[in-house]
């Protein structure tokens, strides 16, 4: 080993949710590195923010910059089935709270949030990959080779895993397990959209059902350069195919759904396609001796909502208060305030997610008998504000859910 450095805490991976918990300790006086494996900027999916996670962004002090970066501002979700389209308002959403998020270019996103953390003063270490941890709470070890391919030390206090899809503590220290939720499979890219003002607002996100699978649904989300981002997610049976294709598979799924196609008959598909499959994941505990897992590391949903950033922000604000405390020598819970209230929020999101790919949430959204009341609770909920005991449908989300869909189903 050639170099041993030290710091309070040790980030793995410098995505929203590794940022905004260094920006968040920087705040409270720690030193934190933070050990990224890939280098900036670098694309990467997620590109529709939800409006509650603008509440922790300014907490960390990322959010001016945001707002100035001139990214497309977004003020619900719209959804389309065989030419129904409805709409969600954030603006009549039940909870308080911002009413409005954005479409970010993640690569761009992802590179403002890596240097509000620099600019606080976390050490931010681009090009280095996690090999071995030692983790044991005030004498942890993260091994790593550096930019230069050599092998180094950090030593820290506490370690927080925020790799994403990398999973990298959940591999390290064989907490992985598979996710309940059903595989899927994605397919998608960026298109120069040519899409007429008049068709369709850029400020929404919009969903759409596949005309003959239920289970099957495309993104596009429109950013301010005149670029958007296109997707289609589904059980692999049906996905599998088109993703060998890669792009011409992606045009032919688009050209599926009459409606979709009309609104991208201008594009120009300039960006190769890309694919995840099986993105979904969980482990089997989100903290453990010197070491606490966020975001996407820990657990991945689904992108039908958007919620994976919210989510990894969300942990990372809880993780930082529990750790606050821990590292001062003060009581702490990491299950009772760490755990549980993250998956709060997680469960009031699988309990959509799960339902929309049965189809009962998706009655639900296209009923004609919407209810004012009804709708602005789960206006919240696609919002983000998933941790609003205050809405029914986050305090009892299947029951709540179930009774609507069995109402909407009946109508």
Not at 74 to 99: L, M, V
Request: proline share 5%; with cysteine; glycine share 8%.
């Amino acid at each position: 080993m050639n170099n041993k450095s030290t710091a309070d805490v040790a980030i793995i991976g410098a995505g929203p949710s590794g940022a905004v918990a260094a920006c968040l300790l920087r705040q409270l006086g720690y030193q934190v590195t933070v050990l990224e494996k890939t280098t900036f900027p670098r694309f990467v999916i997620g590109e529709s923010l939800l409006p509650q996670c603008l509440i922790t962004l300014q907490q960390a002090g990322c959010l001016a910059a945001i707002q100035a970066a001139g990214f497309q501002r977004k003020t619900g979700a719209t959804f389309q089935h065989r030419g129904h389209y409805e709409n969600i308002d954030f603006d009549e959403k039940f909870s308080a709270g911002p009413s409005h998020a954005f479409h970010v270019e993640r690569a761009k996103f992802d590179q403002i949030l890596a240097d509000c953390a620099s600019q606080a003063g976390a050490q931010v270490m681009f090009n280095t990959t996690v090999t071995q941890i030692q983790n044991r709470f005030n004498d942890s070890v993260v091994e790593y080779t550096d930019a230069d391919g050599e092998a180094q030390q950090l030593k820290a206090r506490f370690i927080l895993d925020a790799s994403g899809y990398g999973r990298v503590l959940p591999r390290l220290l064989g907490i992985d397990k598979p996710s309940s939720l059903e595989p899927k499979m994605s397919l998608f890219t960026h298109v120069e959209d040519h899409m007429p003002l008049a068709e369709h607002s850029r400020t929404t996100t919009l969903i759409t059902t596949h005309p003959e699978h239920r289970d099957v649904w495309f993104w596009l989300i429109s950013f301010s350069n005149g670029r958007s981002s296109v997707g289609v997610v589904g059980p692999p049976e049906i996905i599998e195919p088109y993703q060998t294709a890669g792009l011409s598979g992606l045009q032919a799924m688009i050209a599926e759904d009459p409606e979709l196609s009309r609104l991208l008959r201008h594009a120009e598909y300039d960006t190769k396609a890309m694919h995840i499959s099986a993105y979904s994941g969980n482990v089997t505990q989100f903290y453990g001796d010197g070491y606490a897992v966020l975001g996407n590391a820990g657990e991945f949903l689904d992108p039908i909502f958007s919620s994976g950033v919210t989510v990894a922000i969300q942990s990372s604000k809880l993780a930082v208060e529990v750790l606050d405390k821990m590292l001062k020598g003060q009581p702490h819970d990491w299950q009772q305030s760490f755990v549980e209230p993250l998956k709060l929020g997680v469960q009031t999101f699988k309990t959509f997610v799960t339902n929309w790919y049965t189809g009962g949430f998706q009655d639900v959204i296209y009923s004609p008998n919407a209810n004012a009341g009804v709708k602005a609770k789960i206006a919240s909920i696609l919002a983000g504000y998933a941790w609003d005991t205050d809405n029914p449908y986050v305090k009892s989300p299947e029951q709540r859910l179930n009774a609507l869909i069995e109402i909407c189903q009946e109508n």
